[in-house]
């Protein structure tokens, strides 16, 4: 189960960066947390994620 939302994350990513920031978003700021660096981060733990995933694979295959 872990699995299968991993990869749907994977594709969420996919989907995610094949659409570009809506440019009205930059600059825009809601509660303090600015939207650029907002994506950012959501991107950077999702990637984080997937890394460790791969590198988890990678080791048990030692």
């Known amino acids: 189960m872990f699995e299968e939302k991993l990869v749907a994350l994977s ?3 996919a989907e995610h960066m094949a659409t570009p920031f809506p440019s009205s978003f930059r600059g825009l700021d809601i509660d303090g947390q600015d939207m650029v660096l ?5 991107y950077g733990y999702a ?3 997937l890394k460790a995933r791969s ?4 080791a048990r295959a030692c």
């Open 11 to 13: 594709r969420m990513m």
């Open 38 to 42: 907002l994506d950012a981060d959501a």
């Open 47 to 49: 990637s984080g994620a």
């Open 55 to 58: 590198m988890n694979s990678a």
